[in-house]
């Protein structure tokens, strides 16, 4: 399986969002409540399930045959809205706890 150029862009570094970005305590999508020597942990702001949350390493397993190359896995196809902003909070900080 042929995957999209930018595929392999950023499989070099290159053009990759998170990688530009740094390592934040917020962002658009979660609130940092873990902040590791090689990895973060970001509560997700998107309503998909409570206590739903992305571990940012850069040591992510991909597939040849992956049905959503460049997207977590598995996601939903319809944007899930967000969580309750007072939830989200309340949540971090356990988490932190």
């Known amino acids: 399986m042929e995957w999209p150029k930018e595929f392999y862009e950023l499989r070099r570094g290159h053009g990759c969002p998170m990688c530009a970005q740094g390592r934040p305590d917020e962002t658009e999508h979660g609130v940092r409540f873990f902040a590791g020597e090689v990895a973060d942990a970001y509560l997700q702001r998107a309503s998909i399930q409570r ?43 356990a988490l932190r706890g």
């Open 51 to 93: 206590g739903y949350t992305v571990v940012v390493w850069h040591v992510i397993p991909r597939y040849a045959d992956d049905p959503r190359p460049g997207w977590p896995f598995p996601f939903p196809e319809d944007e899930p809205g967000a969580i309750d902003e007072d939830e989200l909070r309340r949540d971090v900080e």
